[in-house]
């Protein structure tokens, strides 16, 4: 459900487009693969995939998939030895992982809600939810990365109360990324 969320959100900008349906099945299909991936426990990472349904109505009924307004994937991470903040790897190109509580943090990914159900709060109570999460694992920081033309979750993500990093690598800046962070 949520790869195919993700996929339908993915091209929701190009309805008229040639063999749209094609790239979304395929869209879908890696999306979901890359999810069974991460979740297969890897790397000594914890992921979660959060999904929000459509509260259930009387006498309406709706696929599971038409249920599946909106997800995201969030995981717990550690620093590299040297870091001060995800990425930042040009000055550290062979590092290791350091696996102590200071240097946990959780990294939000794959934030999506579907069109029809946006200006909801969906988004901000997800959001929300990560945040909880991380203060009961005793995580400080959460980051999330952002095209810097998506003003929408700009403005969403600055409500909350994450902030611009302040520091960031040429690799950002070369694929227009912002690094937000949230202090818990």
């Known amino acids: 459900m949520a790869a195919w969320l993700r996929?339908?959100?993915?091209?929701?900008?190009?309805?008229?487009?040639?063999?749209?349906?094609?790239?979304?099945?395929?869209?879908?299909?890696?999306?979901?693969?890359?999810?069974?991936?991460?979740?297969?426990?890897?790397?000594?990472?914890?992921?979660?995939?959060?999904?929000?349904?459509?509260?259930?109505?009387?006498?309406?009924?709706?696929?599971?998939?038409?249920?599946?307004?909106?997800?995201?994937?969030?995981?717990?991470?550690?620093l590299l030895h040297g870091e001060s903040f995800p990425g930042e790897r040009e000055k550290h190109l062979f590092c290791s992982i350091s696996r102590t509580n200071l240097n946990r943090y959780i990294y939000v990914s794959n934030l999506?809600?579907?069109?029809?159900?946006?200006?909801?709060?969906?988004a901000s109570n997800m959001l929300y939810f990560v945040i909880e999460s991380a203060r009961s694992e005793g995580v400080e920081l959460v980051y999330v990365h952002v095209h810097r033309n998506n003003e929408p979750a700009l403005e969403l993500y600055q409500k909350i109360g994450f902030e611009m990093v302040e520091m960031a690598s040429s690799q950002l800046l070369k694929q227009q990324m912002y690094l937000l962070c949230y202090k818990t």
């Open 112 to 122: 999506c809600v579907a069109k029809s159900a946006r200006r909801q709060s969906i």
């Open 7 to 78: 996929a339908e959100t993915h091209w929701e900008d190009r309805p008229g487009e040639r063999y749209v349906d094609n790239f979304k099945r395929k869209f879908a299909e890696q999306e979901f693969n890359a999810i069974k991936r991460r979740y297969s426990g890897q790397h000594g990472q914890t992921y979660t995939c959060v999904v929000t349904v459509r509260k259930e109505e009387r006498n309406v009924k709706r696929t599971v998939l038409k249920s599946v307004v909106g997800t995201l994937d969030f995981s717990i991470r550690h």
